[in-house]
């Protein structure tokens, strides 16, 4: 039986897709998209997805459940690394200080990153200790919703 390896990428790509933006996240996927949603004012909290084995079972969960906590961002977004490449590369530029990493997060006050948390901090961690990580960057940044 032959595998056909295109179909096999595509049905993880859009699920992970979904995954994110069922957790309430707007999928950007261009980098004009990228440019209003982080030049907005207030927090915005940027997921860079991937189909990597943290991404889906570190990161998605991870960012689904952060958001059970009193403080939030503003704004929730993803981008997709290795898939919307321009849209990824154009939200990289705001994370001055830090080199690509994925699957990651980064927290942007105002347009300018305030906080990220890389892949070394994600791989190989337990997705509560992911979560805890978002929420004391939520408590430190955002206000009550």
Known sequence: MEIDFNLFMNDIVQTARREITEAGYQELTTPEEVDEALNRKGTTLVMVNSV???AGGIAR?????ALHYDKRPDYLVTVF????????EKARAYF???P???PSFALLKDGKIVKMIERHE???????AVVN?????FEEYCEEV
């Open 61 to 65: 969960p991870a960012a689904a459940h």
């Open 122 to 128: 994600i791989e190989g961690h337990e997705p509560m």
């Open 133 to 137: 990580k978002l929420q004391d960057s």
């Open 96 to 98: 001055e200080g830090y």
């Open 100 to 102: 690509p990493s994925s």
């Open 52 to 54: 990597c084995g943290c």
């Open 81 to 88: 690394a290795g898939q919307d490449k321009a849209a990824t």
